[in-house]
C-alpha cells in the first residue's frame, strides 16, 4: 500500500511545480515579433507656434508645403518622410509642419489672420502660403525657419531623402551661419542609403 501512496504524493508535488512554473512563465512580459515603424511627429502651423512658445529649447521649424493633388507631394510622403533617419533626426532638431496650401482654416500669426480668400474656388491659394513661398507656388516646397519663424529659406520641388539629409543638418546643426552651402554640400557625408528611383503618380485636371 505504501508504494501507490508515494507516487500519487510524487505525481501531486510534480503537478505543483509544473502549475508553478506555468504560473510564473505567464507573468513574463510577450516579446513581440514585430517592431513599431516610428513616424515623423507632424503638427499643424499653429501646433507649433504653441509648442515654440511654451518650451524653453526652442527648435527650428520645417514646413511641408503640399495640395492634396500633388502627386511628388505623395511620392515624398512615401519614400522620403518614412525614411528612419529622415524622421530621427526631423523629430529631434524641427517642429515638423505639414500645411495644406489650399485649406480652409483661419490662422492667427503675428496678430494678423491668415485665411484662404476663396475657400469655395477650386485650387485657391491660403495667404500663409503665398506668404511663406513668396507667391511662387510650387508644390512640394520645404519651408524652413529659425527658432523665431523667420524665414531661412524655401526649397521647392520633391527631395529624395539623401537629398533632404544635408539640408535638414545644414539648418539642424546651425552650419548655415558659419559655412556656404556650396562648400559644406561638396564635404557632406550622409547616413542615408540612395533610394531608388520613382515615378509620381498623375496628376489629376
Known sequence: MMKPIKII?????LGAVFCGFIYLNSNKPVELNY????????????EAVALSAKENKKKKVFIDVYTEWC????????????????IKYMNEKYYAVKLDAEMQDTILFNNYPFVNPNPKVKRSTHQLASSLLNNQLSYPTTVFLDENFSML???P?????????????????????TQK???Y???????????PAVIAPAVPH
Open 71 to 86: 502627386g511628388w507631394c505623395k511620392v515624398m510622403d512615401k519614400n522620403t518622410f518614412s525614411n528612419p533617419i529622415i
Open 185 to 195: 554640400i561638396q564635404a557632406f557625408k550622409g547616413e542615408v542609403v540612395p533610394a
Open 181 to 183: 552651402w556650396d562648400d
Open 9 to 13: 504524493i510524487g505525481l501531486f508535488v
Open 157 to 177: 520641388g520633391y527631395k529624395k531623402p539623401e537629398e533632404m539629409e544635408p539640408i535638414l543638418k545644414f539648418f539642424g546643426e546651425n552650419i548655415h551661419l
Open 153 to 155: 529659406t524655401q526649397v
Open 35 to 46: 517592431v513599431i515603424e516610428e513616424k515623423i511627429n507632424w503638427l499643424t502651423f499653429q
